[in-house]
């Protein structure tokens, strides 16, 4: 069960600014269809040459501003039942990545043992 003083935590720390910043830049969104790209994908749409944009260059060039701390994220934390374990797993065969597949494993049998699920 989540802590409700931890949900608002993150409400206030994570989710809000998140939303924030999409409601500024809507562009930044990535539509349901363009989530499950993988890098060899994305990366034959570039061109490596191509020179950066002023806008690129600024971003890339700007002084860190304190809140880009990253926190551990564990997804075996969040499978808390066997539905969401199946789902994993069939995503991850769905693949056919032997790599992904692997570590889908891992994962499901972590919240299995974290979640007690059999």
Known sequence: MIDPKNLE???HEKAGPAHDALKAY???A???DR???TLDELLAQCDPSAELTAQ???WLD???VGREVLTPFDPAEHLTNAEAVAALLADAEATGDP???EHAHQVAARARVMHGIK
């Open 9 to 11: 935590t993150w409400l």
């Open 26 to 28: 809507p562009a930044r």
């Open 30 to 32: 990535v539509s349901a």
């Open 35 to 37: 989530v499950r790209y």
């Open 56 to 58: 690129e260059r600024e």
């Open 62 to 64: 700007a002084p860190a």
């Open 99 to 101: 790599a992904y597949i």
